[in-house]
């Protein structure tokens, strides 16, 4: 849109573009909290933890089994990745 305005020349595009893009992510956010809010519930989210809780409980867990040579390699590329590869 500000792109659009400056080109054509229309103030209202070139101002409507930048306004636009800094509050369009607040509204989404903020839209995804009401709703969640209204379909969701604290008090089944909890039950719903505390189930999922006592299911690993029941469970036996084994430990993380790591050495060096699972490292996987992509000739450098992992490197620009945040996780590890």
Known sequence: ???LGIIYELVYLAVLGPVFYLV?????????NLL???FFSVDSYKKE????E???????????????????????IEKLHPFDA
């Open 1 to 3: 849109m500000l792109v």
């Open 24 to 32: 369009y992510p607040a509204l989404t956010e903020t839209l995804a």
């Open 36 to 38: 969640t809010n209204c």
């Open 49 to 52: 933890i505390q189930q999922k």
């Open 54 to 76: 006592a299911k690993m409980s029941d469970t036996e867990i084994y430990p993380f089994i790591y050495h060096e040579r699972y490292n996987v390699t992509a000739c450098g």
